[in-house]
């Protein structure tokens, strides 16, 4: 197989990859969220902590490793070989690929507890693209299946 065609491979399954990596930040909505009416709960920071949200497995970082991998393995030897190389360069790209997807979108994220007015404690967890301090003043606003903090 020629070196244009495993390159173009790669840079496919890349693209593929990396169309996966998007964010959810507290200023970030999904389509369905748009125009969808929200509750509001007031209240005051207690504690901001760092963490670590997980990247996606989607099964596409796989699939396009394993397409890569098995492909790079069809061009080693030759008959029985060549075959036996695409598979284990399919297993071997599935493998790598599933890694770069969830590495790739793994994302920086905080976890804020807030008291709220009502003096209930609430803890939500979102990407970490605001920051907020122990004493501030924010808003959470809530659809019911997902919530998150705003100034």
């Known amino acids: ?6 390159l173009a491979a790669a840079l496919v399954a890349l693209a593929v990859l990396g169309g996966c990596a998007q964010g959810l930040g507290g200023g970030a909505y999904t389509r369905d969220e748009a125009r969808r009416e929200q509750n509001v ?6 504690s901001v902590r760092p963490v670590q949200i997980e990247g996606t497995r989607s099964g596409v970082g796989p699939a396009a490793g394993a397409i890569v991998g098995g492909l790079a393995g069809s061009t080693v ?8 190389a695409a598979v284990l ?3 071997a790209g599935g493998v790598a690929g599933q890694a770069i997807e969830q590495g790739s979108t793994r994302r920086s994220g905080v ?10 404690l609430v803890a939500i967890v979102q990407e970490a693209d605001e920051t907020f301090r122990p004493g501030q003043r924010v808003r959470i ?11």
């Open 141 to 151: 606003l809530s659809d019911g299946r997902t919530s998150r903090v705003t100034h």
């Open 89 to 91: 360069g399919g297993v």
């Open 111 to 120: 976890e804020i507890t807030i008291k709220l007015d009502s003096g209930a």
């Open 77 to 84: 030897g030759g008959g029985r070989g060549s075959t036996a």
């Open 41 to 46: 709960r007031m209240g005051i920071v207690e």
């Open 1 to 6: 197989m020629s070196r244009r065609i495993q």
